[in-house]
Each structure stands twice: as C-alpha cells, then as structure tokens.
C-alpha cells in the first residue's frame, strides 16, 4: 500500500499524487478545456452551464464558481491546470497564488521581493501552531 | 562522433518569457534577472552548438491528464510553441533533429529507459523560455532542439538517481552516433518554489546553493536526494530539479563550472543557472 503520511505531513501543501490526479481528473480536464478562446467566451457567459457539461462533483463546480482555489486543490484540482481558470480571469500567478495564502497580493509580493517564504515553521505539521 | 560538449542549467519561469516578449528586461525588476544571463548570452552566441537536448517539462499545456508520460521525446522536425491561453509566445519555430532523435530513441529503450516518443508536439515555456535566455530574441534559433519532456507535475515524478541514470545513457546513445555534431544538455526548471497552498512563496536559499555545489561537484550526493527533501526543502514546485540531473549525468564524471548565477524572485521562484563542460 502507498503511504503518503511524509507528503500529508507538508503544512501547507496538497501534493498533486495520482488518487487526487483521479479524484480531479474532470475538474482538469475542464480547466484545459479553457486553452480555446471560444470555450473561454462560453465559460464566462455562463459559468454554472458550462461546468454542468461536464462530470464534476457539485463541489467542484462550486469550489470554480467561489474561486476557491485552495478548494480545488483539496478536491483533486492541480495548480497548473487551475491556471487556465485565473488566466481567463485575466489574473496571474501571483494574484493567484497570494489568494491562498494569509496575505494580500501586496504583501505576497512584498515577501518575494524581500527573498520569499522561510522553510523555516514550514517543514512539518508538527512545527505548525494548531 | 557526436560529443556532448556543454550542458547548462535554468529556471523557466513563465513570467521571464514575457518580459522578454513585451519589453521589459531593463525594468529595475527584471534587469538583475537578465544580467546573469548575460554572460551565457556571449558564450552561446560565439558556438552554438548542433543540437540541444533540452529537458524540460510542460505544464498542462500540450499534455492534459489523459496520457502522462514520465520521460517524452520529441522526435519530429519541428515543434510549435504552444498557446498557454494567452496565444503563442512569438518566439522562433524550434527545429528538430529526427535523426538524432531517432538514433537516442532506440539506444535509450535498448539501455533500458522506456521513453515516449511524441512525433507531433507543441512546445511551451518550460522549453522556449531557456531559449529566450540563452539566445535572445531572433528570427531563428541558432540550433536544432529535441525536447525530453519530463513528468514533473504529477507526484511521482522520476527519481533523482533515474533522471542523473538516463543522462548517463544520453551520453552513451550520443556518442554511439556518427556524424561528427556537438551536443548540448539543458537541464530546466526550478529552482525553490511553491505555487499552491498556504506555504506559497517559499524560497529556500541555503538549500538552492547548496544544490548548485552538488550538481558541480558531486553529483552522486545530488542524485540521492529524494523527493520528500525536494517537497520539504524547495516547496511542491522545486521537485523539478530533478531534471537538472539528467543533464548533470549527460556530462560525465568531472565538469569545470563556466558561469553560475542565483536570483530571488522572479514572480514566484527562484532563479538558479549554471553553465558546465566536461572534462574528460
């Protein structure tokens, strides 16, 4: 049997192995979908009828519809497929990315500037405040 | 024969092919990014060589989730860039080298490494952002690429030891070929960053300089280094690094470091280089 406990142990950190791959194989699947323009122009029009035609979970489409991207993540989404839902909001990475973290997106980037995230406090759960 | 003459390493960020497309390298916030190109830029330009075997991984853009292949080579004669869904980067077509990709194809698999060969493939910025940075804008690039696209976005990607492994065997299929062409290997990607989750950001300095030491001077130790220390150390993303070992192995036993360059950020990463010959 496979045993994820180190990957699980990560805080912070949904590592994208193949039972989430599988759990999330529509909702990534719809994500790449939004590569096309015109999928892209059907998607914004009416975001509830084109995640309908497809197999996702209700929370899923939810999870799309709040752009809830830590969300996603926990429901099988990987981050570079869930890229082409913020792009074709016209966001990038780091407007993105900051959302699931505990800062602005001024902050975010502020904390790349000045040399990024420590590892240290972030290595392990145990190391976390619960 | 053919000979592997050079191999490098770089980061491929996203963010830096767009500097480059719209301008913006002399912004003071990319400025520092592209000035520790510069160095490589000359050396680039003065011998390009034949070909590259440029290591790399795509990043949902050509491949979906309906067929992921750890290790793919490109064997066609041309590869498009791709549209990511911001339309293509307008960058050069890069041009194949069939025959030598069909000449490393059935040597690998005989040695053992059960490649995918992709005869149609368009490319993304994994690959065409390390052409942008070593050899700028052009109208063509100054060399013939195969692309060795590596899985690195679902866990797990190859290990360490397999990737620095298959580089041992790239140079044996490579100097098994006979015409007289100078090779190169890019290994990219990388270095620490983390994209996804409440622990985005993170960088790991220490750890990144310590790695460009191994990948020079010991690359055995590198090449032991396993997954849970890349996804602990270097954040989910950093695992790419695993595809400098390719290149590494490609070289040989000794190298002599040409040019090393590190920077942080650039978007959310850091920027890790190093430009190597083998000394036989």
Redesign the interface.
């Known amino acids: 049997m496979v045993d994820n406990s180190e990957l699980d142990d990560i805080p912070g950190t949904t590592v994208f192995t193949a039972e989430r791959s599988r759990q999330g194989y529509h909702l990534n699947q719809m994500c790449m979908s939004l590569m096309k323009a015109e999928n892209r122009d059907r998607f914004h029009a009416d975001e509830r009828a084109y995640l309908d035609g497809w197999p996702m979970s209700e929370e899923q489409k939810q999870a799309v519809l709040d752009r809830d991207f830590q969300r996603m993540l926990d429901l099988g989404g990987n981050v570079y497929f869930l890229s082409k839902i913020f792009a074709s909001d016209g966001l990038s990475y780091v407007q993105a990315v900051s959302t699931m973290t505990e800062y602005t997106v001024e902050e975010y980037q502020a904390m790349m500037l000045a040399g990024g995230r420590s590892p240290d406090g972030w290595r392990s759960k145990s190391e976390r405040p619960s | 024969m053919a000979r592997i003459t050079a191999g490098l390493t770089t980061s491929h960020v ?2 830096i092919g767009m500097a480059v497309d719209l301008g913006k390298t002399e912004e003071p916030y990319w400025q520092p990014v592209f000035a520790g190109y510069e160095w490589t830029k000359k050396w680039a330009d003065a011998d390009p060589p034949d070909v590259v075997i440029l290591v790399y991984n795509d ?3 050509a491949f ?3 067929v ?1 292949p750890t290790f793919a080579l490109g064997t066609a004669a041309s590869f498009q860039p791709c ?4 339309g293509p980067r307008p960058v050069p077509v890069v041009e194949g080298h069939p025959e030598l990709a069909a000449h490393l194809a059935q040597s690998l698999i005989l040695d053992e490494f059960d490649l995918t060969l992709i005869n149609e493939l368009d490319v993304d910025h994994g690959l065409t952002v390390p052409m942008s940075l070593v050899y700028g804008q052009r109208e063509a690039w100054p060399t013939k690429v195969i692309p060795l696209a590596v899985n690195v ?3 797990p990607a190859p290990t360490g030891r397999r990737c620095y492994n298959l580089g041992k065997a790239i140079r044996r299929a490579v100097e098994s070929y006979e015409e007289d062409l100078s090779v190169q290997v890019w290994g990219t990607g990388g270095m ?1 960053h ?12 220490e ?1 990144d300089n310590r790695f460009l030491d191994l990948v020079v001077d010991d690359p055995e130790t590198a090449a032991s280094i396993q997954h ?1 220390e890349y ?3 270097t ?2 993303e950093g695992i790419e690094m695993v595809m400098w070992l390719i290149m590494r192995g490609a070289l040989g036993d000794r190298v002599q470091e040409l040019h090393r360059f590190y920077h ?2 650039a ?2 990463t ?1 920027v890790g280089h190093l430009v190597l010959e083998p000394v036989d």
């Open positions: 996203p963010a990043h949902a853009s979906d989730l309906s992921i549209d990511e869904g911001y976005v679902q866990y620490s983390q994209i996804q989750g409440a622990r985005a950001g993170l960088i790991n300095q750890w849970i996804l602990r150390e954040g989910s942080v950020p978007s959310n850091a």
